[in-house]
């Protein structure tokens, strides 16, 4: 992948398409709830990225500076990787109302127990 | 601490907020392991891309494998990586997936925003 400085994001950009689709033909409905989901993807952005600036801090994994952005949060973390941490729990979360959406709510096997009705 | 002692604590962190925090019990599920079946397969690919083309290296003094060759793609499979990537962003990624989409459940069991509903796929007619 070498989009020069778009490299990283353009993997991102990857996951979105291969994802977006399912909240349109299978109607997972996740952009319609948008409070839940920055419910569901904000607190885990916070230990994640401590866990990401101590990594880094360590040495533990680095990135290619000539194919990440080059803009950096605190701690050194690139901005690219707060997109990660964003965009991976978005397609995951559409993944598993995409399932549901398919295998319906009829099935007490299927069940998490936030059916409505 | 390494990659690999953080990847398990996480690991095992994530299941106890699941099964005792936030009582979504996601692990118990099949709707769970169905979804992270999915998710896990384009997480391969999606770290391979990042590993394969050695946009994100790491140092072997943190994983099980080595560390990442300066100017050519790390082992594909064996050396303590699959997909290019090292098995320690299995534990990462499982984490990661698994508190997101317990958060995500936890508050819809709690009635924040339970609906609209997903499904039905649109070649499907609806039931209600």
Redesign the interface.
Known sequence: ??FGRW??VS?LV??IL??IWLE???????L??????L???G??LLP?LI?DA??IS???????ES??LGVYLPANIPLDELLF?IV??F???L????????????SS????????G | M??TA?GVM?VAIAVLLDLFAFK?R?VT????W??YA??VF?QLV?NG??TG???????G???IGGTSPADSAPAFIGDGRIAFAPVEDLLF?FS??L???S???????RG???????????WRKR?R
């Open positions: 992948m070498d490299s990283y993997v990857f996951v291969g994802s349109v033909f299978l109607r997972s409905r996740v319609r709830r948008p409070k839940r989901l419910l569901a993807i607190p885990v994640f866990w101590y990594a360590q040495g533990h994994w680095y990135f290619d194919r990440i941490f991976i729990p397609a995951s979360i993944t598993l109302e995409a399932v549901r959406s398919v295998k319906g709510t009829r096997r299927w069940l998490v127990g936030d059916e409505s | 390494t990659y953080i996480a979504t996601m599920r099949l709707i769970f169905a979804s999915i998710i384009f999606t891309l990042f083309t050695q946009i994100v290296k790491y140092d003094a943190a994983i990624g990661l997936i508190l997101s989409l958060l995500w459940v936890f508050w819809g069991r924040v925003e339970r609906t609209p509903t997903s499904g039905p796929p649109i039931h």
